[in-house]
Protein backbone atom coordinates (compact mmCIF):
# COMPACT_ATOMS: atom_id res chain seq x y z
CA UNK A 1 0.00 0.00 0.00
CA UNK A 2 1.28 3.02 -0.82
CA UNK A 3 -0.39 6.97 0.41
CA UNK A 4 0.75 10.62 0.73
CA UNK A 5 0.70 12.65 2.99
CA UNK A 6 0.12 16.98 2.93
CA UNK A 7 1.60 19.31 5.19
CA UNK A 8 -0.99 19.28 7.52
CA UNK A 9 -0.66 16.17 8.42
CA UNK A 10 2.98 16.03 8.67
CA UNK A 11 3.35 18.72 11.26
CA UNK A 12 1.47 17.01 13.72
CA UNK A 13 3.78 14.00 13.69
CA UNK A 14 7.10 16.83 14.30
CA UNK A 15 5.29 19.28 16.20
CA UNK A 16 3.83 18.38 19.98
CA UNK A 17 2.63 22.02 20.59
CA UNK A 18 0.64 22.35 16.82
CA UNK A 19 -3.30 22.71 17.80
CA UNK A 20 -5.54 19.96 16.47
CA UNK A 21 -7.30 21.03 12.94
CA UNK A 22 -10.80 22.19 12.99
CA UNK A 23 -13.24 19.88 11.72
CA UNK A 24 -15.68 20.97 8.84
CA UNK A 25 -18.19 19.47 10.23
CA UNK A 26 -18.82 20.40 13.63
CA UNK A 27 -16.34 23.76 13.67
CA UNK A 28 -14.64 22.34 16.70
CA UNK A 29 -11.53 21.50 16.89
CA UNK A 30 -10.62 17.20 15.99
CA UNK A 31 -10.90 15.65 18.96
CA UNK A 32 -8.14 13.31 20.11
CA UNK A 33 -5.88 14.45 17.31
CA UNK A 34 -2.54 12.83 18.34
CA UNK A 35 -4.12 9.54 19.20
CA UNK A 36 -5.99 9.63 15.82
CA UNK A 37 -2.58 9.89 14.35
CA UNK A 38 -0.75 7.65 16.57
CA UNK A 39 -3.47 4.80 15.64
CA UNK A 40 -2.85 5.89 11.74
CA UNK A 41 1.04 5.24 11.64
CA UNK A 42 0.67 2.03 13.35
CA UNK A 43 -1.77 0.86 11.30
CA UNK A 44 0.43 2.35 8.84
CA UNK A 45 3.52 -0.25 9.88
CA UNK A 46 1.43 -2.79 10.58
CA UNK A 47 0.45 -2.84 6.92
CA UNK A 48 4.30 -1.75 5.58
CA UNK A 49 3.12 0.94 3.81
CA UNK A 50 4.84 3.36 1.85
CA UNK A 51 4.49 6.74 3.11
CA UNK A 52 5.15 9.02 0.04
CA UNK A 53 6.14 12.70 0.96
CA UNK A 54 5.39 15.39 -1.93
CA UNK A 55 8.48 17.84 -1.78
CA UNK A 56 6.15 20.91 -2.38
CA UNK A 57 4.56 19.31 1.14
CA UNK A 58 8.14 18.90 2.18
CA UNK A 59 8.70 22.47 1.80
CA UNK A 60 6.32 23.69 3.48
CA UNK A 61 6.58 21.14 6.12
CA UNK A 62 10.45 22.61 6.39
CA UNK A 63 9.61 26.32 6.60
CA UNK A 64 7.04 25.31 9.36
CA UNK A 65 10.12 23.68 11.32
CA UNK A 66 12.61 26.70 11.11
CA UNK A 67 15.52 25.59 13.17
CA UNK A 68 14.47 21.87 13.61
CA UNK A 69 13.93 21.25 9.76
CA UNK A 70 17.01 19.69 9.55
CA UNK A 71 16.58 17.09 12.35
CA UNK A 72 12.57 16.75 10.92
CA UNK A 73 14.68 15.99 7.64
CA UNK A 74 17.07 13.41 8.81
CA UNK A 75 14.08 11.61 10.66
CA UNK A 76 12.18 11.50 7.31
CA UNK A 77 15.64 10.09 5.26
CA UNK A 78 16.41 7.57 8.18
CA UNK A 79 12.94 6.35 8.32
CA UNK A 80 11.98 3.24 5.82
CA UNK A 81 8.44 4.11 5.62
CA UNK A 82 8.88 7.47 4.60
CA UNK A 83 9.73 8.12 0.97
CA UNK A 84 10.29 11.76 -0.51
CA UNK A 85 8.99 12.17 -3.83
CA UNK A 86 10.15 14.98 -6.42
CA UNK A 87 7.88 17.03 -9.25
CA UNK A 88 10.02 15.05 -11.33
CA UNK A 89 9.04 14.82 -15.36
CA UNK A 90 6.37 12.05 -14.66
CA UNK A 91 5.24 14.18 -12.26
CA UNK A 92 5.01 17.66 -14.50
CA UNK A 93 3.08 15.58 -17.45
CA UNK A 94 1.06 14.20 -14.68
CA UNK A 95 0.22 17.66 -13.63
CA UNK A 96 0.02 18.97 -17.14
CA UNK A 97 -2.77 16.80 -18.32
CA UNK A 98 -4.98 17.71 -15.17
CA UNK A 99 -4.26 21.53 -15.76
CA UNK A 100 -5.28 20.55 -19.70
CA UNK A 101 -8.23 18.93 -18.30
CA UNK A 102 -9.24 21.29 -16.00
CA UNK A 103 -9.14 24.17 -18.62
CA UNK A 104 -10.90 22.27 -21.20
CA UNK A 105 -13.72 21.45 -18.71
CA UNK A 106 -14.08 25.17 -17.66
CA UNK A 107 -13.25 23.94 -13.61
CA UNK A 108 -12.77 26.76 -11.65
CA UNK A 109 -10.36 26.80 -8.66
CA UNK A 110 -12.91 27.95 -6.15
CA UNK A 111 -11.35 29.12 -3.09
CA UNK A 112 -8.19 29.21 -3.86
CA UNK A 113 -5.14 31.26 -5.21
CA UNK A 114 -4.21 30.16 -8.76
CA UNK A 115 -0.57 29.94 -7.24
CA UNK A 116 -1.95 27.39 -3.93
CA UNK A 117 -4.46 25.63 -6.82
CA UNK A 118 -0.70 24.69 -8.99
CA UNK A 119 0.91 24.11 -5.63
CA UNK A 120 -2.00 21.99 -4.40
CA UNK A 121 -1.88 20.25 -7.97
CA UNK A 122 1.54 19.39 -8.30
CA UNK A 123 1.51 16.99 -4.76
CA UNK A 124 -1.88 15.47 -6.38
CA UNK A 125 0.91 14.92 -9.23
CA UNK A 126 2.72 13.67 -7.71
CA UNK A 127 1.21 11.32 -5.40
CA UNK A 128 -0.37 10.02 -8.57
CA UNK A 129 2.86 9.08 -10.14
CA UNK A 130 4.23 7.70 -6.72
CA UNK A 131 1.52 5.35 -7.04
CA UNK A 132 -0.77 6.41 -3.78
CA UNK A 133 -4.30 5.19 -3.19
CA UNK A 134 -4.77 7.56 -0.45
CA UNK A 135 -3.52 11.07 0.24
CA UNK A 136 -4.12 12.16 3.61
CA UNK A 137 -4.64 15.58 3.84
CA UNK A 138 -7.44 18.36 5.81
CA UNK A 139 -7.24 20.75 3.06
CA UNK A 140 -10.06 20.78 0.56
CA UNK A 141 -8.50 21.70 -2.26
CA UNK A 142 -6.73 18.76 -2.28
CA UNK A 143 -9.68 16.75 -2.32
CA UNK A 144 -11.64 18.89 -4.89
CA UNK A 145 -8.36 18.30 -7.09
CA UNK A 146 -7.73 14.87 -6.45
CA UNK A 147 -11.64 13.62 -7.95
CA UNK A 148 -12.61 10.63 -7.82
CA UNK A 149 -8.93 9.32 -8.28
CA UNK A 150 -7.77 9.16 -4.60
CA UNK A 151 -9.46 8.74 -1.40
CA UNK A 152 -8.49 11.74 0.17
CA UNK A 153 -8.61 11.81 4.47
CA UNK A 154 -8.27 14.38 6.98
CA UNK A 155 -7.47 13.50 10.80
CA UNK A 156 -11.25 14.18 11.78
CA UNK A 157 -11.69 11.27 9.76
CA UNK A 158 -9.18 8.62 11.30
CA UNK A 159 -10.35 6.15 13.39
CA UNK A 160 -9.59 6.51 17.41
CA UNK A 161 -7.42 3.49 18.23
CA UNK A 162 -9.36 0.68 19.89
CA UNK A 163 -10.57 1.34 23.75
CA UNK A 164 -8.20 -0.59 25.98
CA UNK A 165 -10.89 0.27 29.02
CA UNK A 166 -13.08 -2.60 27.62
CA UNK A 167 -14.71 -4.68 30.58
CA UNK A 168 -12.53 -7.33 32.15
CA UNK A 169 -12.78 -9.79 34.15
CA UNK A 170 -11.67 -9.18 37.88
CA UNK A 171 -10.44 -12.73 39.08
CA UNK A 172 -8.52 -11.03 41.87
CA UNK A 173 -12.02 -9.85 43.29
CA UNK A 174 -12.41 -11.37 46.57
CA UNK A 175 -16.25 -12.56 46.67
CA UNK A 176 -18.85 -12.34 49.84
CA UNK A 177 -18.44 -16.07 50.90
CA UNK A 178 -21.61 -18.32 50.48
CA UNK A 179 -23.71 -19.11 52.94
CA UNK A 180 -25.29 -22.48 52.88
CA UNK A 181 -28.99 -22.09 52.38
CA UNK A 182 -31.20 -22.76 54.98
CA UNK A 183 -33.98 -24.86 53.03
CA UNK A 184 -31.47 -27.48 51.97
CA UNK A 185 -31.90 -31.00 54.52
CA UNK A 186 -29.30 -32.13 56.48
CA UNK A 187 -29.00 -35.94 55.89
Not at 109 to 133: H, L, M, S
Not at 171 to 177: A, K, T, V
Amino acid sequence: MIVAFDTNILVYFFDEQAKAPIDSTTGAPVSNCKDRLDFLIATLQRDKAKIVIPTPALGELLVKGREAAPEWLTILHKSRYFRIAGFDERAAIEFAATQAQRVASGQKNEGATRAKAKFDDQIVAIAAVAGATVIYSDDPHIKKMAGGRFEVIGIADLPLPPSEAQSRFEFDRQDEPTTPNDDTSDS
